[in-house]
């Protein structure tokens, strides 16, 4: 199971509205206080109770999307599975049930032949009749159990796969919460993966100065010592419903980082005008 994380992002943009809060006025170019988080954090978990067979990777390591992470053991569910899948692929029943069919068949008409001649009762006839309807509805009956069969294959199969805990996203271990031979319950945390490239500014931006802001408009974004640099992001989304306490939108920008600089920084965001804007203020 992936629980995605919502908290981090939550908290930073809280964090950052108390800041502008305090702050007061926001003239145009005024710079807003952030705080990075990643663009991706997941905890994963297993649906289903089981001891740690073995982990493949180690804190902060780089892993891939459709990575298997950690292994439950399932030595004793691949033996049920070998079983069922006999199961599944045996045809014997369904083949019983056909021979017995024709047989019947085969009886009744012979049966039906030999009435005409008055070799055979009436009563004769309907219970050879009646066999070949039971051995029709025996045949049904195999089928339907035949194809259950496979449905508790593909069923088993699926449950085996959960045993094994693998990445949704390309990212980096942040967390691991258990060890090997340790035994874990359903739906606890395993493992937390987080992807910080990009990285995503959950920016708390003043109501009076979002009418002009676009998805896909640029925004420079200051960050602090050591470093103070300055890198340009893209706006990714608006919201659609003010903060009320703090009379602002969230507004949140997506960082390129190849440089893999950690999610949590204090930055400063500075939104530049668009095209429009700019042509609208030449004029």
């Keep these: 199971m992936v629980v995605t994380s919502a908290s981090t992002y939550v908290c930073s943009w809280v964090i950052s509205s108390v800041l502008l809060a305090a702050s007061g006025t926001v003239s145009p170019d005024t710079q807003i206080a952030a705080i990075t988080v990643p663009s991706a954090d997941v905890m994963l978990s297993f649906v289903q109770p089981g001891r740690i067979a073995k982990i493949h990777f180690k804190e902060g390591e ?15 569910d691949q033996i049920r599975l070998a079983q069922l899948r006999a199961e599944s692929e045996n045809l014997t029943h369904i083949q019983a049930a056909e021979a017995s069919l024709a047989q019947k068949r085969v009886d009744l008409k012979k049966i039906q032949t030999a009435a005409e001649r008055n070799a055979a009762t009436e009563l004769e006839v309907e219970h050879a009749k009646l066999d070949v309807r039971i051995a029709d509805l025996s045949l049904k009956v195999a089928i339907f159990e035949h194809e259950q069969a496979q449905r508790k294959y593909e069923e088993a199969k699926i449950l085996i796969d959960n045993m094994s805990l693998k990445s949704p996203i390309d990212g980096s271990i942040e967390k691991i919460d258990v060890e090997t031979g340790e035994s874990v319950n359903a739906l606890g945390d395993v493992v937390r993966v987080v992807q910080i490239d990009p990285l995503w500014i959950e920016v708390p931006v003043p109501l009076t100065k979002t009418t002009n802001l676009r998805r896909g408009n640029t925004a420079r974004v200051d960050f602090q010592d050591p470093d103070k640099i300055s890198v340009d992001g893209t706006i990714v989304f608006i919201g659609a419903v003010a903060d009320a306490a703090s009379d602002t939108l969230r507004v949140r920008v997506e960082l390129p980082n190849k ?25």
């Design 62 to 76: 780089t892993v891939r999307a459709g990575d298997a992470l950690v292994q439950l053991d399932d030595a004793a």
């Design 259 to 283: 440089s893999n600089r950690p999610a949590g920084e204090h930055v400063r965001v500075t939104f530049e005008p668009s095209q429009n804007n700019r042509e609208e203020a030449k004029r």
